[in-house]
Every structure is written in structure tokens, then in C-alpha cells.
């Protein structure tokens, strides 16, 4: 059974889980919450802000997008998909089958992988869809902030969210090791949770250790802006985080034949 095989059996197998409402509804958090908040009146009182935001509208909305995601939602999506996916064989006892199918356990091991980074991927294309429609009726609610007059970045938007994507790739791994590792959906949970709570804190409250070496929270560091000249160094962390991990989430899921 070649990759590909084990790959479309993979996403044949999500078609009756909550993975793909769970994307769509974790991608919609931000764009549905910035359409809120994003108004030209306040308590009655005209927002100090559309002078600001009128300049350079979808830029703008775009940056509070991006800063939103990468600092709380795509960290809790991570989590929460690389606990769900393992749980599709667990849930159903199905592992022992998995295994007595013609594959090898590398390609069982890195087709589910791929359908990882697949949904973590789906998640960010959604989040700029879905930003572009929460844009397009902050628009027409708030005509001064001239949506119309302005037009988005692509290059500068895309290349933030190609960075968001490398940086949460050592979270990513180390979760999918966790999900794949434990039956009980509450550790790969509890510790992903836990351990990025305790990172946020870190980096924007009480800094304990180096935020720069703290993979948890990487994806919310590059948002910072006076975390720029680390940015490179944090990026190459987690390359090396992620090829890490993946060994060793391999070689562990190999010594582990009983589920």
C-alpha cells in the first residue's frame, strides 16, 4: 500500500467525525469576533480609532486577525485536532485492524501526519476566507473605515501566516506525539493546555525562562512586535523542534504494538 493509499484512507476515515465542523468553527472564532468589536461607535461615543484604521482598512483588520490566531485559536486547534484525529482509532477500537492492514508503520505513522498538517493548513486558508467575509460586512457597518478605499497585502499576508505555519510546527509535532501516544484524550489535553497557559504567562506576564526557546508559544511570539529580531531564530527552533519530535513520536508509536 503505497503513501497516497494510506493518505485517502486516512481522510476517508474523518468523514463521520467532528474534525471538519471542529476547523470551520475554530477558523470562524476570530473573523466572527473582530466583526463585533469592529465598530465606529461605542457606547454611543465615536471610535478614536477610524482615523487610524480608515488608512490602511484590510491591512488592519487582517493584523488583528493574524494576532488573534496565532496567540490563542491555532495553538487550542492544534491541541484539540492532534488529540482528535488518534481518537477516530481509539474511540473504535480499530487499531488492532489498522495494523493487520498490507502498510508499513511509517506510512500508517506519517499518512495520519499529513492529515494533520492537511487540517492545520485548512484552518488558516478558512481563516483568511473567512476574515475576507467578516471585512466585507465590517464594511458595510462601518462605512468610515473605508474598506472600499484600501486593499490587502497579499505578499505581507501571506508571508505572516507562512510563519505562523512554521512556527507552530514544533507544537504540531510534540501534540501529535502526545495524541498518538495516550489513549486517554485528557493528556495530550491537559499538558498542551497547561503548558501554553503557563508559556503565556512567561512571555507577556512574569518571564521565567526564554520565550525564544519555549516552543508551547512560538506562533504567538513572531506576532510580537518587539519579538522581531528573533523571529529567524525562532522559526529554525521549531524546524528542528518539529524533524525532533517526529523522530522520536516515530520510534516511540513503533515500540508500542498493544492499544
Given at each position: 500500500m503505497?503513501l497516497?493509499i494510506?493518505l485517502?484512507s486516512?481522510f476517508?476515515?474523518?468523514?463521520r467525525?467532528?474534525t471538519?465542523?471542529?476547523?470551520l468553527?475554530m477558523?470562524a472564532?476570530?473573523?466572527?469576533f473582530?466583526l ?5 461607535e461605542?457606547?454611543g461615543h465615536v471610535?478614536d480609532?477610524?482615523a487610524r ?9 487582517h493584523y ?11 495553538p487550542?486547534f492544534v ?6 484525529l488518534p ?8 487499531w488492532?485492524q489498522v ?5 508499513s ?6 499518512s ?8 492545520i493548513?485548512a484552518?488558516?486558508?478558512l481563516?483568511?476566507i473567512l ?12 462605512p ?6 484600501n486593499h490587502?497585502?497579499?505578499?505581507k499576508t501571506?508571508t505572516?501566516l ?17 495524541g498518538m501516544?495516550?489513549?486517554s484524550f ?5 499538558v498542551g493546555?497547561?503548558m ?10 512574569f ?5 525564544a526557546?519555549?516552543f508551547?508559544n512560538?506562533s ?14 525562532v522559526l529554525?527552533?521549531s524546524?528542528t523542534?518539529?524533524?525532533a519530535f ?9 515500540s508500542?504494538?498493544?492499544r
Amino acid at each position: 500500500m503505497s503513501l497516497a493509499i494510506s493518505l485517502k484512507s486516512e481522510f476517508l476515515k474523518t468523514k463521520r467525525s467532528p474534525t471538519w465542523i471542529l476547523t470551520l468553527i475554530m477558523a470562524a472564532f476570530a473573523p466572527v469576533f473582530m466583526l463585533l468589536v469592529f465598530q465606529e461607535e461605542q457606547d454611543g461615543h465615536v471610535s478614536d480609532d477610524i482615523a487610524r484604521v480608515s488608512k490602511d482598512a484590510w491591512n488592519f483588520y487582517h493584523y488583528q486577525g493574524w494576532g488573534i490566531i496565532s496567540m490563542v485559536f491555532l495553538p487550542m486547534f492544534v491541541v484539540l485536532m492532534s488529540t482528535l484525529l488518534p481518537q477516530i482509532e481509539f474511540r473504535n477500537h480499530t487499531w488492532k485492524q489498522v495494523f493487520a492492514a498490507p502498510q508499513s508503520l511509517a506510512k500508517l505513522y506519517f499518512s495520519k501526519f499529513l492529515l494533520f498538517q492537511f487540517f492545520i493548513l485548512a484552518f488558516i486558508a478558512l481563516h483568511i476566507i473567512l476574515v475576507g467575509v467578516s471585512g466585507y460586512f465590517s464594511g458595510i457597518l462601518n462605512p468610515r473605515f473605508n474598506f472600499s478605499g484600501n486593499h490587502l497585502d497579499w505578499v505581507k499576508t501571506l508571508t505572516q501566516l507562512g510563519k505562523t505555519y512554521v512556527a507552530i510546527l514544533a507544537l504540531s509535532t510534540f501534540q501529535f506525539w502526545m495524541g498518538m501516544r495516550f489513549k486517554s484524550f485528557l493528556v495530550p489535553i491537559g499538558v498542551g493546555v497547561l503548558m501554553s497557559i503557563l508559556g503565556m504567562i512567561n512571555m507577556i506576564g512574569f518571564p521565567v525562562v526564554d520565550a525564544a526557546k519555549y516552543f508551547f508559544n512560538y506562533s504567538g511570539f513572531i506576532v510580537i512586535k518587539s519579538n522581531a529580531a528573533k523571529v529567524p531564530y525562532v522559526l529554525w527552533s521549531s524546524a528542528t523542534y518539529a524533524a525532533a519530535f517526529l523522530i522520536l513520536g516515530f520510534l516511540d508509536f513503533t515500540s508500542i504494538k498493544e492499544r
